[in-house]
């Protein structure tokens, strides 16, 4: 089962402040592997980002939410590893 991915509006702003070639195989990443099994490849977050999953394509995360009934990935947030949860 292949998930559809959607974006929220701000990850377009992310991805203007990464190299475009960086980008390109991040989204290419996105709809390949994580759009497939986005539980597998991910790993959940706590705390403050509990509910939310994280998926790592170095050196930057990818944060995103997993909805199951309409089998739909949501991506807020891509941004370098040490940047992503600011």
């Known amino acids: 089962m292949v998930y559809k991915v959607s ?4 990850v377009e702003k992310d991805l203007r402040h990464i190299d475009p070639k960086q980008a ?3 989204i290419s990443a996105i709809e390949n ?3 497939e099994t986005p539980r597998k490849l991910g790993e959940p977050l ?8 994280k998926f790592y394509v170095k050196p930057y995360r990818v ?3 997993t909805f199951d009934h309409d ?3 949501r991506i ?6 040490k940047d992503v949860y600011r």
């Open 76 to 81: 807020y947030r891509i941004a370098h590893r």
């Open 71 to 73: 089998e739909t990935v």
């Open 46 to 53: 706590y705390g403050e980002w509990q509910g939310y999953w």
């Open 7 to 10: 974006y929220k509006g701000s």
């Open 33 to 35: 592997k994580l759009a």
């Open 24 to 26: 390109k195989r991040i």
């Open 63 to 65: 944060i995103y939410e």
